[in-house]
């Protein structure tokens, strides 16, 4: 390399991954250790595919603090159409990008979402619940849509425990 920093330079490494129609698609990672491998997992088409990479809700938290509930995901080629967020099956925050994008709140029995706590954009959606509560133990999804023609949907649950201590003696 010509910068005179041989330890490190960065290599760049052509990944082909297998695609159902047959066209050819590469994927460049940079990496600033020559040589090693890059896992990329056999089953993800990075151009085509609408995922979901990390979803994190509290498993046990305490009444007292407040929960993050954080997602995030790839779109690939498609538009993000929406990110909502459930809880035991009913929605209580959606995001839109579309033009104007949009933030609704919607009325759930324990969920209470702390004010300014969103922030939602192509890559990622959170939100921080407060005023935890018994009722707000449950299932928490995140459900990310695409856009038309195809409308993909993708979505992933964890379950959240909120610790109350008890007044009565």
Not at 48 to 76: E, M, W
Not at 93 to 107: D, G, K, M
Request: with cysteine; aromatic share 8%; net charge positive.
């Amino acid at each position: 390399m010509h910068s005179g920093h041989s330890n490190h330079s960065l290599a760049r490494h052509a990944i082909r991954l297998p695609q159902r129609d047959h066209r050819q698609h590469e994927l460049h990672i940079n990496t600033h250790v020559p040589g090693r491998p890059v896992a990329v997992p056999e089953n993800v088409h990075l151009n085509h595919a609408l995922y979901l990479t990390n979803l994190s809700v509290p498993r046990i938290i305490d009444a007292s603090q407040k929960a993050k509930l954080f997602c995030s995901y790839g779109i690939g080629n498609h538009t993000l159409n929406s990110v909502k967020w459930y809880k035991d099956g009913q929605e209580f925050f959606r995001y839109s990008p579309l033009t104007p994008p949009t933030r609704n709140w919607f009325p759930v029995k324990g969920v209470s979402i702390a004010a300014g706590s969103s922030h939602c954009n192509q890559f990622i959606c959170e939100v921080e619940l407060e005023k935890l509560n018994a009722h707000s133990s449950g299932s928490y999804r995140c459900e990310v849509s695409g856009d038309a023609p195809e409308f993909k949907l993708i979505d992933k649950t964890a379950n959240m425990t909120v610790g109350v201590v008890s007044s009565h003696r």
